[in-house]
């Protein structure tokens, strides 16, 4: 299963590729290498346990005791080659236009409801009505339920803060992430005026929760200066993710016996992009060919111990 969903991801990052380079869509597109490092003992060996464990599963990783950033790391960290960034939104304006004559794309258009006939019939928050011989659910959470899918309750919400900060110092390429919590993740991202650093922090809080989220900023601002010189934080947001209890997105049919409705759900915040391909690439398989190859590691109704 786990050399199924490395590969799945790799796939995803080489059709991303593909598509980008095919078309020639400006979205900032660069590979990168990604670390996961850990800044205590106790992830120490596991760190080097999953590099021996990633290339045995023909995973290209290495393993390295330094990192470019004054970080106290412990044990080393794990790199990965051959990922990529790139800008979503850039991406996804660009292939809206490339297949406008295709494709109709509406936009504030909630659908509430699916009623099985002879197909489906779609109904939305305005009551306007839509039927498709296939439906497919791309949200992170599904407002379908009426088969008593065993899915919907299989979540849990953590909340991320992100600060985008210009430093006096030059980035030196990759991305980062830490193994233990709170999380922190460090990459780039090239601005018309300026490279931007974005720092993210996960923390362990449940969506929803009243919180001082001032003090999340704050630890992120002081992780910030502890490695940079920050000239200036000219952003900061946050965002609300729907992680299963996996950390394996839900990605195939909704539930027997409803094998028309496609479903992807919650495409697990730190490898979202490369998810949310794979996700179209199952899915397309599902309906092309009735089956995937990757279709049992996303399975909805997978069993999760």
């Not at 991406?91 to 699916?114: G, H, S």
């Not at 899915?151 to 233990?180: D, H, Q, V, W």
């Not at 952003?235 to 394996?248: F, K, N």
Request: hydrophobic share 35%; net charge neutral.
């Amino acid at each position: 299963m786990a050399s199924l969903y490395g590969k799945s991801n790799e796939n995803a990052i080489k059709m991303y590729e593909d598509i980008i380079n095919e078309n020639q869509i400006d979205c900032d597109f660069v590979s990168q290498s990604a670390f996961v490092f850990t800044q205590e003992d106790k992830y120490a060996r596991k760190i080097k346990e999953e590099v021996e464990i990633s290339q045995k599963l023909g995973i290209d990783a290495f393993y390295t005791d330094e990192l470019p950033f004054p970080i106290d790391i412990k044990g080393g960290a794990i790199g990965f080659n051959n990922q990529a960034q790139f800008h979503p939104r850039k991406y996804l304006l660009a292939l809206a236009n490339i297949i406008q004559n295709k494709v109709q794309i509406y936009e504030n258009t909630r659908a509430v409801d699916i009623e099985e006939d002879n197909g489906y019939i779609i109904t939305t928050e305005q009551g306007k009505k839509m039927k498709a011989r296939k439906v497919i659910i791309a949200s992170h959470y599904p407002f379908y339920n009426k088969k008593k899918a065993c899915t919907l309750p299989r979540f849990s919400l953590k909340k991320s803060c992100i600060i985008g900060i210009k430093a006096e110092e030059k980035y030196p390429g990759g991305m980062y992430i830490n193994a233990e919590k709170p999380t922190r993740s460090l990459r780039h991202q090239t601005t018309s005026d300026g490279e931007l650093i974005l720092v993210v922090g996960g923390y362990p809080s449940v969506g929803g929760k009243k919180e001082d989220t001032n003090k999340n900023y704050e630890a992120l601002i002081e992780f910030a200066h502890s490695i940079f010189t920050v000239e200036d934080i000219p952003y900061r947001w946050s965002t609300q993710d729907y992680i299963t209890l996996d950390e394996i997105p839900y990605i195939g049919y909704f539930t027997p016996p409803i094998l028309q409705i496609c479903i992807l759900l919650q495409v697990f915040k730190n490898g979202g992009m490369t998810n949310s391909m794979v996700s179209a690439m199952i899915i397309r398989d599902l309906i092309i060919n009735g089956e995937s190859p990757w279709q049992e590691v996303y399975d909805p109704s997978r069993k999760i111990l």
